[in-house]
């Protein structure tokens, strides 16, 4: 019999809707009945890609005699992370305090009123390594609570205090501008792998932001390594197994250094985040093999991931047919007999594609891309066209043969801050690229955000709509918007308006910001909260600060103050921006590489603002300017592409027009403008100066 979870949208909920565990959704019903219990909540988080939750799931709450404990002892919440990511924030520093590291499925063990006393990440069925099993904690916590319980109660008010004690919120005194030296001097000479490329050690992640803001670092002070390590990072992802050789989109990490094996989930915002940075990196450095990434990755996200809608779902899983990875693993065998079927030669294509007889991983292969295509080709004395065109006819027969099997599952929920990255993604890069389709994709989405996530939804252009949610399934909203949606649609909003000029996008970012600083806003030790003052009280109030998976809704929410103190000329905005940083600077100097997205605003305000209005009709001389500005990765600067029409809402727009009949850009720094230029060259010896 299915329990409570049948009843909930969410496809993480409703995956444990036939567990014997009788859980609850987070809300109020679950904390009367552990108060009218008087028993411990047992609080399970985690998402439905994760694949360390399915086995948890499979092992431990599909096991009657383990449910059966739980159910007795106590109350059962499942939440899904993706929407509910306040509650999940302010677990996970619970865990990470009192274990020192965290991840999913978390595991949290809280009184009735909600406060951590004990928690873990994944617990085996049995005793393993030295790690206890989920039976061993359960009974050791149950016991606990009926025998030791004002010690429980004790180690609760103690770990409140610490979490309120330690957070990383301390406002310096003014912006330190050596702040972006220290972080990148870090990264730099410790984090950066100058051998296989990325940072870190293993398990690695993307790092599209560190990414984005090391190419914005270069185009601020020439820094050779910044572009280097960047570049490489890039090249060894679109070569590694993380990367879908066949489909294109990326993998949530690899399990290893050599970028090999992933944990085979593709994530709507890795994908979002690591499109901008495989353009802004194609348009920087004038590479065809990363403005081609650039191209399978938007690729990705429309074929795979667009509903029918406009927006986008959340993630396909790891796991198929109950096998991690299933799904995209080939035999050696399968991939000849494929190659074979389009008349290629399975020797040149296998040594490509680094498959081999014994594989590569648990005796399947990933594929991937051992040697850059270019030298591949070189060595077998292959003509690159005739490589290309072959490769294509081995890709699409792959594809096709993969298109058989029984794909992953689809958590298919519209979440409002992972759909704004992706239209911050396409638009951004359909402007770098010259891929006005993209640009058409990113408007569909947000259109479909307004529409659907805004209640009541927006009614004409000067309608700013109602409250924002954060998630959206079959036709209804879930949570109210926590600021990494608001700080996120708003970003989203003003990609739109610099890429198109439709000042209906302007408005709507407008009306965003101006809802974060009413209702995120801390008037009192300044920053953003990560909930509004209107939303569900937990047992402490975050504010979101890690640029960490996803950015932090600090972070954008700075980047948007920027751009709205270069489009309207308010230093309220700039002065807000710098509040942001200067909150979390300390931070960013010390782990830069938790902070990406934050430091690339901080490279911004070093550079100071530059902003250019291209202003005249459509057209071929129109393009040229805006192709021009679109090529520079200057972190500080804001692009508005107008046609004469454009009204005077924008104060950047206010009297702006063509010259003599001919686009004009006019390009203004320091709230000092330049006279109006028309021709290309005169605009980027204006953009070098």
């Not at 795979?304 to 899983?317: I, K, N, Q, Y």
């Not at 270019?374 to 065109?389: K, Y």
Request: charged share 25%; net charge negative; with cysteine.
């Amino acid at each position: 019999m299915a329990n409570r979870l049948a009843q909930e949208t969410s496809p993480y909920l409703r995956q444990h809707a036939d567990n014997p565990v009788d859980w609850y959704a987070w809300g109020d019903e679950a904390f009367a009945a552990a108060a009218e219990r008087n028993v411990p909540i047992f609080l399970s988080v985690g998402y439905s890609s994760c694949h360390w939750c399915h086995v948890m799931a499979h092992e431990s709450f599909e096991d009657d005699d383990i449910a059966a404990v739980l159910n007795e002892r106590f109350v059962n919440v499942k939440v899904d992370r993706e929407e509910r990511p306040d509650v999940d924030a302010v677990y996970m520093s619970a865990v990470t305090a009192m274990t020192g590291h965290g991840g999913w499925p978390m595991s949290v063990f809280l009184t009735p009123e909600g406060r951590p006393f004990y928690a873990g990440t994944y617990w085996p069925k049995r005793p393993t390594h030295g790690m206890p099993s989920f039976p061993q904690v359960v009974e050791a916590i149950g016991e606990a609570w009926d025998e030791r319980r004002s010690e429980v109660l004790e180690s609760a008010t103690s770990i409140a205090t610490t979490l309120d004690r330690h957070r990383d919120t301390s406002l310096a005194d003014a912006f330190d501008p050596t702040v972006v030296d220290d972080a990148a001097r870090v990264v730099l000479d410790n984090a950066w792998d100058r051998q296989l490329g990325g940072f870190g050690r293993a398990p690695k992640f993307p790092q599209a932001m560190t990414i984005e803001w090391l190419l914005a670092r270069h185009a601020r002070t020439g820094d050779p390594d910044a572009l280097a390590a960047s570049v490489q990072a890039l090249d060894a992802m679109a070569r590694g197994g993380i990367h879908d050789q066949l489909a294109g989109g990326f993998a949530r990490y690899s399990t290893d250094a050599r970028w090999l094996v992933p944990h085979f989930e593709k994530m709507l915002y890795d994908n979002a985040l690591l499109l901008a940075a495989y353009a802004t990196a194609a348009a920087v450095t004038g590479s065809e093999d990363l403005a081609r990434v650039a191209h399978s990755t938007a690729g990705y996200l429309l074929a795979e991931l667009r509903t029918e809608g406009g927006a986008f779902v959340s993630a396909t899983d790891a796991d198929s047919e109950g096998v991690e990875g299933r799904y995209f693993v080939w035999s050696y065998d399968e991939v000849v007999e494929v190659v074979r079927g389009v008349d290629a030669d399975p020797q040149v294509w296998t040594d490509y594609l680094g498959v081999t007889e014994g594989g590569n991983w648990e005796g399947t292969n990933v594929l991937h891309e051992p040697v850059p295509r270019e030298q591949f080709a070189s060595q077998r004395g292959i003509d690159p066209e005739e490589f290309a065109d072959t490769w294509e006819r081995v890709r699409l027969a792959l594809l096709e043969r993969r298109a058989g099997r029984v794909p992953p599952g689809v958590d298919d929920k519209v979440l409002t801050s992972w759909n704004a990255y992706a239209v911050r993604g396409l638009a951004r890069a359909g402007r770098q690229l010259d891929e006005p389709g993209w640009i058409a994709a990113a408007a569909a989405a947000a259109t479909f955000l307004h529409d659907h996530l805004v209640v009541p939804p927006v009614h004409g252009p000067d309608d700013p709509g109602g409250q924002l949610f954060h998630s959206w399934k079959d036709g209804s909203v879930g949570a109210p918007a926590f600021l990494e949606d608001v700080a996120g649609l708003a970003l989203a909003d003003l990609e739109l308006f610099q890429a198109t000029g439709e000042q209906v996008w302007f408005a709507r970012a407008l009306a965003l910001a101006r809802d974060a600083e009413e209702r995120f806003h801390d008037d009192a030790e300044s920053g953003w909260f990560q909930t509004a003052h209107d939303a569900e009280s937990l047992f402490t109030r975050p504010k979101d600060s890690w640029d960490n998976a996803t950015p932090a809704g600090t972070s954008v929410m700075v980047e948007v103050c920027r751009l709205l103190a270069g489009l309207t000329g308010d230093l309220h905005w700039r002065e807000r921006a710098e509040e942001g940083l200067r909150l979390f600077q300390d931070g960013a100097r010390r782990m830069p590489t938790g902070y990406g997205w934050l430091l690339r605003q901080a490279e911004a305000l070093v550079g100071g603002p530059r902003e250019v209005a291209i202003v005249g009709e459509p057209g071929p001389q129109r393009d040229a300017l805006a192709r021009t500005v679109n090529a520079s990765a200057d972190p500080g600067l804001v692009v508005v592409v107008a046609d004469p029409r454009h009204g005077d809402e924008v104060p950047l727009l206010t009297g702006r027009g063509p010259v003599d009949g001919a686009p004009a850009a006019y390009v203004c720094r320091d709230l000092a403008c330049e006279r109006p230029v028309t021709t290309p060259d005169e605009l980027a010896a204006l953009l070098r100066a």
